[in-house]
């Protein structure tokens, strides 16, 4: 059974990157057939799609955060990145890595890590 294990920063100031990272155990992610999404959950907001990264390596972002998004991955460790630049307090949030079958469509994915708290503040 795959599992996803997000890690993160806890508290970045504003305009500084966030780095955070999801180690993936399990399963390959290389693995035909899925995308491995990064969604975040603000407080008092619902799911946000931010972006994913198919098994090819070639990475999709969300338009209104695409100007501020990195995702890559190391597949010799199995492991994904997520860079968020230029942060700033609405960036806090509740941070997850997820596995789905549309990398867009937040319903397809059907493992999740348990997420990590990502807040911004000085």
């Known amino acids: 059974q795959v599992q996803l294990q997000e890690s993160g920063p806890g508290l970045v100031k504003p305009s500084q990157t966030a780095s955070l990272t999801c180690t993936v155990s399990?399963?390959?992610?290389?693995?035909?057939?899925?995308?491995w999404s990064w969604i975040r959950q603000r407080p008092g907001k619902g799911l946000e799609w931010m972006g994913a990264?198919?098994?090819?390596?070639?990475?999709y972002y969300s338009p209104s955060l695409k100007s501020r998004t990195s995702i890559f991955r190391d597949a010799s460790k199995n492991r994904l990145t997520l860079q968020l630049r230029s942060a700033t307090p609405e960036d806090t949030a509740v941070y997850y890595c997820?596995?789905?079958?549309?990398?867009?469509?937040?319903?397809?994915?059907?493992?999740w890590g348990q997420g990590t708290q990502v807040t911004v503040s000085s």
């Open positions: 997820a596995r789905g079958l549309y990398g867009h469509v937040i319903n397809s994915h059907g493992d």
């Open positions: 990264i198919d098994t090819s390596g070639s990475p």
């Open positions: 399990g399963d390959s992610i290389t693995k035909a057939g899925y995308y």
